[in-house]
Nanobody
Framework: QVQLVESGGGLVRAGGSLRLSCAAS????????MNWYRQVAGAQRELVAA???????HYGDFVKGRFTISRDTAKNTLYLQMNNLEPADTAVYYC??????????????WGQGTQVTVSS
């Protein structure tokens, strides 16, 4: 089992910055990646950023160099540094851990989400 708890969301003006944190606990032996997703009401959840156990990272096209995903393995914490925020970034942000047991078998674990609101 894996538990994920996000924090760091809030209200910020356009052009501002926020840093999201995700405190993780549990068994990570089969961890493939840790990820940040976001969701706006009525829309599908979309990938913001991913960091793999290799250290490789991947970002959604809309990030355009504004966000940085990182992790502190000693603290079991995942971060998302968001700079130059835009109103379009307003969403609930979710922390996700993907466990992979085989090429065709995996589990997803989710945090409860943290609201990010960017005012114009």
């Amino acid at each position: 089992q894996v538990q994920l708890v996000e924090s760091g969301g809030g209200l910020v003006r356009a052009g501002g910055s926020l840093r999201l944190s995700c405190a993780a606990s549990g068994n990570f032996r089969r961890l493939n990646s840790m990820n940040w997703y976001r969701q706006v009401a009525g829309a599908q959840r979309e990938l913001v950023a991913a960091i793999f156990t290799s250290g490789a990272t991947h970002y959604g096209d809309f990030v355009k160099g504004r966000f940085t995903i990182s992790r502190d393995t000693a603290k079991n914490t995942l971060y998302l540094q968001m700079n130059n925020l835009e109103p379009a970034d307003t969403a609930v942000y979710y922390c996700n851990a993907e466990m992979r047991y085989s090429p065709d078998s995996y589990d997803d674990y989710w945090g409860q989400g943290t609201q990010v609101t960017v005012s114009s």
